[in-house]
Nanobody
Framework: QVQLAESGGGLVQPGRSLTLSCVASGNIIYIYTMRWYRQAPGKQRELVASISRGGITVYADSVKGRFTISRDSDNNTVFLQLNNLKPGDTAVYYC???????????????WGQGTQVTVST
């Protein structure tokens, strides 16, 4: 059973920061690109940031310069540092990863359950 376990969300005031974490576990042979998505109420899910196995990062324009995505040395954990948070950042943030599982040759993407980030006074 593959799990992507997110943590770190919460209620914060505008301008403050949060750090989200996502740990991948299970019958995983290899973890490729890891990503953070978010989905606000009434809006479609959007890609926030991604990071490849080699550390190449891509950010949505709306978060560039404020958010930072990174991975730990074992490459099984992805972080998202959210700085200078704005009310528009309020959303459920989802971890996503391209994984190769044991006994499977095809790489597929998997999702976490999501963690709520609320930015409000």
């Amino acid at each position: 059973q593959v799990q992507l376990a997110e943590s770190g969300g919460g209620l914060v005031q505008p301008g403050r920061s949060l750090t989200l974490s996502c740990v991948a576990s299970g019958n995983i042979i290899y973890i490729y690109t890891m990503r953070w998505y978010r989905q606000a109420p009434g809006k479609q899910r959007e890609l926030v940031a991604s990071i490849s196995r080699g550390g190449i990062t891509v950010y949505a324009d709306s978060v560039k310069g404020r958010f930072t995505i990174s991975r730990d040395s074992d490459n099984n954990t992805v972080f998202l540092q959210l700085n200078n948070l704005k009310p528009g950042d309020t959303a459920v943030y989802y971890c996503n990863a391209d994984l190769r599982l044991e006994n499977l040759e095809i790489v597929r993407d998997y999702w976490g359950q999501g963690t709520q980030v609320t930015v409000s006074t």
